[in-house]
Each structure stands twice: as structure tokens, then as C-alpha cells.
């Protein structure tokens, strides 16, 4: 499927700025925790507790971001996170101890509250209306690349300058790179931009019983999804070697897992983007489960398999939470809508590392039980809701 050129530019921007807002938060402290706890005297768990806090900022921010996206548009909202992230980035370079540490991490929390994928698809939904589902989807095919690029460039900074100055130039780079792509390469797109096109805007009758429920259905699939995503990047490695593989094979195979995410959004893209979005979503919804079985069963030699279905999967249900919204409920209203949905998304990852690290500790790679019964709950779920009529399939 195709884009108009004026929407591949948007996608290209916001894309690549999205790559670097992940890359260089959210993805950061699985490289820079280790180096930054040996620097400041503490531990590597109160480096990552202070990245949980900032993820329970961002979910308590996440409606007042999304509200203020619905009402003046998501660029300047965006070109803002990118101010934000800066100066998150160099106080934490600056940190020599705990109340610096937390400071920093708070402050990129606000960022990522305002600067995510949920301000993103704000954003498009603004200046698309129900038209922005591929380009949601493009956004996610460029921004899920982020641990594979980033990381990298994480980890060779750490070496060559060290923690701090491998902040300094991430702050950079939202300044030099980040902010110029969200302020003028993404187009305003208020409601005022957007209702130009009535039949956009304007969703077919839908019973009010189903859009009663639908939000709390759609907020549990967001939640066991966030949270089964968030624990298999903290702990999937370890997990692979609880299974059985060596630790050269459990890193090899975890790698897949970037690669996956892309595949799936390229068949969602691709195949899903003619039907109504809770097919993909149904689809991919089992696709964890159905590998931490597999692994659960036969061990190590399925580890490659596990790892690309959990990525496939994730991959499509990243798209899932910004596309499921508009074509369930409309664009009116989107950025609360979505700051809702997320907020309970937001503390369960904020949660996972932990509670998964416990489970891990006591039951091995059976903790995949856990992961896997959620999966199931979230694709029953998904079959509750019922597929309301969307204006554009193409």
C-alpha cells in the first residue's frame, strides 16, 4: 500500500525522530545502567527503579498530553519533548548521586509522556483523521528499529567517552536532529485541520454498549501486551538460558527479536492493512503464547522460534494500540482517549522487570506461564470486541 508524498514525508520525519526518542530513553538503560551504578555507587536495580518512576510519570501525564495534542496539535507537543529529552539527558549526565539520578529519569518521564508513540499517533490522528493508519504503521516499521540501531551506538559511546558524555550527545542530538523533525516536517494537524474532510471525522453510529465496553477491554489488551513486551526486552536473554541455550545462542536468538518486530509490521502493512484492524491484532495476540509454550516444552532448540513469534507479535500490537482506538471510536478526542487507554499500560511496564525478575528467580522458564496467560486473556479479549465499521480498509 501506498502513501501520498506529502504523508511519506510526515512518516519519514516522525519516524526517524521516534527512533530517537526510544533509542535514546527508553532503550537506555539496558546499556548504560551497569556502567552508570558503578560510577555513582549504587545499584543496578535503583538505576532501573529510577526508569520505573519515570514510566508512572509518564502514565500519570499520558491524558493531559493526549488532551493537549486533541486541542492544538501534536507538532509543537512534540517538538517540545524533544527540549524535554534534552535536558532530561544532560542532568543525567550531570547526576553524582541518587537525587540527581531520579531527577533526570523524572524529567525524561515528563518527555516521555509528551514525546512517545501515543503522542505520535495523537498526532496523526489529528492531521488524518481515520485515513492515519498506514501512516501509524509506518511511524512503527522506521521507530522499530530503535534498540537495533541505537543500542549499538549506546554501547560503542559508553566505550570510547564513557556514561556521561554517551548523555550528552543524545541530549545533542534531540536539539540538532529531533527538534528540527517535529517542529517543521510535521504538519500543525488540529481539529480544525482535520474536520476539512466531514467524512473523516465523522464514525458511523455505533451502540453504545459496545463503546462502553470497549474501552476497558482495549485497556486490559494494552496492559498484558506493554507488559509481556516490557519483561521479554529486560529479561529474554536470561530467560533463553533458563531454557536450556548457551549464552552466545540466548543472545543470538534475543537478537531476532528486532528483526521480527519489523517483519510483522511489514505484513501488517502490507497484507492487514485490508482488513479491519482487530484481525491483525487477534492474530498477533497469539503469537507469544504460542512460542513460550513451544520453548516451555522443547527447550533451547526452539529459542529462534519463540523469539520471532514474540517479535512478529509485538511488532503488530505495537501498531494495534494506535490504530485500534481510531477505528473503534474515531479521531475525536484521540490523544485523551489514548492517554487513558495507557495509563494502566504504563504502570504494568513500569511493574514487569521486577515481578518478572521474581518469577524468573523461582520458576525458571516457567515463568512463561504467567506471560502466556495473559496473552490468552488479551486474545479473548480481542474476540469480545466486535469488528464497529470503519470508512477506509485501503
Same mark, same amino acid.
Request: with cysteine; hydrophobic share 55%.
Given at each position: 500500500?501506498?502513501?501520498?508524498?506529502?504523508?511519506?514525508?510526515?512518516?519519514?520525519?516522525?519516524?526517524?525522530?521516534?527512533?530517537?526518542?526510544?533509542? @535514546?530513553?527508553?532503550?537506555?538503560?539496558?546499556?548504560?545502567?551497569?556502567?552508570?551504578?558503578?560510577? !555513582? /555507587?549504587? @545499584?543496578?536495580?535503583?538505576?532501573?527503579?529510577?526508569?520505573?518512576?519515570?514510566?508512572?510519570?509518564?502514565?500519570?501525564?499520558?491524558? =493531559?498530553?493526549?488532551?493537549?495534542?486533541?486541542?492544538?496539535?501534536?507538532?509543537?507537543?512534540?517538538?517540545?519533548?524533544?527540549?524535554?529529552?534534552?535536558?532530561?539527558? =544532560?542532568?543525567? %549526565?550531570?547526576?553524582?548521586?541518587?537525587?540527581?539520578?531520579?531527577?533526570?529519569?523524572?524529567?525524561?518521564?515528563?518527555?516521555?509522556?509528551?514525546?512517545?508513540?501515543?503522542?505520535?499517533?495523537?498526532?496523526?490522528?489529528?492531521?488524518?483523521?481515520?485515513?492515519?493508519?498506514? &501512516?501509524?504503521?509506518?511511524?512503527?516499521?522506521?521507530?522499530?528499529?530503535?534498540?537495533?540501531?541505537?543500542?549499538?551506538?549506546?554501547?560503542?559511546?559508553?566505550?570510547?567517552?564513557?556514561?556521561?558524555?554517551?548523555?550528552?550527545?543524545?541530549?545533542?542530538?534531540?536539539?540538532?536532529? /529531533?527538534?528540527?523533525?517535529?517542529? !517543521?516536517?510535521?504538519?500543525?494537524?488540529?481539529?480544525?485541520?482535520?474536520?476539512?474532510?466531514?467524512?473523516?471525522?465523522?464514525?458511523?453510529?455505533?451502540?453504545?454498549? @459496545?463503546?462502553? @465496553?470497549?474501552?476497558?477491554?482495549?485497556?486490559?489488551?494494552?496492559?498484558?501486551?506493554?507488559?509481556?513486551?516490557?519483561?521479554?526486552?529486560?529479561?529474554?536473554?536470561?530467560?533463553?538460558?533458563?531454557?536450556?541455550?548457551?549464552?552466545?545462542?540466548?543472545?543470538? &536468538?534475543?537478537?531476532?527479536? %528486532?528483526?521480527?518486530?519489523?517483519?510483522?509490521?511489514?505484513?501488517?502493512?502490507?497484507?492487514?492493512?485490508?482488513?479491519?484492524?482487530?484481525? =491483525?491484532?487477534?492474530?498477533?495476540?497469539?503469537?507469544?503464547?504460542?512460542?513460550?509454550?513451544?520453548?516451555?516444552?522443547?527447550?533451547?532448540?526452539?529459542?529462534?522460534?519463540?523469539?520471532?513469534?514474540?517479535?512478529?507479535?509485538?511488532?503488530?500490537?505495537?501498531?494495534?494500540?494506535?490504530?485500534?482506538?481510531?477505528?473503534?471510536?474515531?479521531?475525536?478526542?484521540?490523544?485523551?482517549?489514548? %492517554?487513558?487507554?495507557?495509563?494502566?499500560?504504563?504502570?504494568?511496564?513500569? &511493574?514487569?522487570?521486577?515481578?518478572?525478575?521474581?518469577?524468573?528467580?523461582?520458576? %525458571?522458564?516457567?515463568?512463561?506461564?504467567? =506471560?502466556?496467560?495473559?496473552?490468552?486473556?488479551? !486474545?479473548?479479549?480481542?474476540?469480545? !470486541?466486535?469488528?464497529?465499521?470503519?470508512?477506509?480498509?485501503?
Amino acid at each position: 500500500m501506498s502513501m501520498p508524498a506529502n504523508q511519506t514525508g510526515t512518516v519519514l520525519a516522525l519516524g526517524t525522530a521516534q527512533t530517537l526518542a526510544w533509542g @535514546s530513553t527508553y532503550y537506555l538503560p539496558a546499556i548504560l545502567a551497569t556502567p552508570m551504578a558503578a560510577d !555513582l /555507587g549504587v @545499584s543496578t536495580g535503583l538505576v532501573f527503579g529510577a526508569f520505573s518512576a519515570a514510566l508512572v510519570v509518564t502514565a500519570i501525564l499520558g491524558p =493531559s498530553a493526549g488532551r493537549c495534542i486533541d486541542r492544538l496539535g501534536g507538532r509543537d507537543v512534540l517538538a517540545t519533548s524533544s527540549l524535554v529529552f534534552a535536558t532530561g539527558l =544532560s542532568l543525567l %549526565g550531570m547526576a553524582q548521586g541518587t537525587v540527581l539520578l531520579f531527577a533526570a529519569w523524572l524529567v525524561i518521564g515528563i518527555g516521555m509522556a509528551v514525546g512517545l508513540y501515543e503522542a505520535a499517533f495523537s498526532t496523526l490522528a489529528g492531521i488524518y483523521g481515520r485515513k492515519a493508519r498506514s &501512516a501509524i504503521t509506518g511511524v512503527t516499521l522506521l521507530a522499530g528499529l530503535a534498540s537495533t540501531i541505537c543500542w549499538p551506538i549506546s554501547a560503542y559511546l559508553e566505550v570510547e567517552i564513557g556514561w556521561r558524555m554517551t548523555c550528552f550527545v543524545w541530549a545533542a542530538a534531540h536539539l540538532i536532529i /529531533g527538534l528540527p523533525l517535529n517542529r !517543521l516536517f510535521v504538519p500543525l494537524g488540529s481539529k480544525s485541520i482535520a474536520t476539512t474532510d466531514e467524512e473523516t471525522w465523522s464514525p458511523r453510529p455505533e451502540p453504545a454498549g @459496545s463503546r462502553n @465496553s470497549a474501552m476497558p477491554l482495549l485497556a486490559l489488551v494494552f496492559t498484558v501486551t506493554w507488559f509481556t513486551s516490557t519483561a521479554m526486552a529486560a529479561h529474554l536473554p536470561q530467560l533463553l538460558q533458563e531454557a536450556g541455550a548457551t549464552p552466545a545462542a540466548a543472545v543470538a &536468538a534475543a537478537a531476532l527479536v %528486532g528483526p521480527a518486530q519489523v517483519a510483522g509490521r511489514l505484513l501488517d502493512f502490507g497484507i492487514f492493512q485490508r482488513f479491519h484492524p482487530l484481525l =491483525s491484532a487477534r492474530f498477533a495476540a497469539v503469537a507469544h503464547p504460542l512460542g513460550a509454550a513451544a520453548v516451555m516444552v522443547l527447550g533451547a532448540p526452539v529459542a529462534a522460534l519463540f523469539t520471532v513469534l514474540h517479535g512478529a507479535g509485538n511488532g503488530i500490537l505495537t501498531i494495534a494500540k494506535g490504530t485500534l482506538p481510531l477505528a473503534i471510536f474515531g479521531p475525536a478526542d484521540y490523544g485523551l482517549r489514548q %492517554g487513558i487507554l495507557m495509563m494502566p499500560a504504563r504502570f504494568g511496564q513500569a &511493574a514487569a522487570p521486577f515481578l518478572f525478575a521474581l518469577l524468573m528467580e523461582r520458576y %525458571g522458564v516457567s515463568a512463561l506461564i504467567l =506471560s502466556t496467560a495473559l496473552g490468552a486473556a488479551a !486474545l479473548a479479549a480481542l474476540f469480545v !470486541l466486535k469488528p464497529l465499521p470503519i470508512e477506509e480498509h485501503s
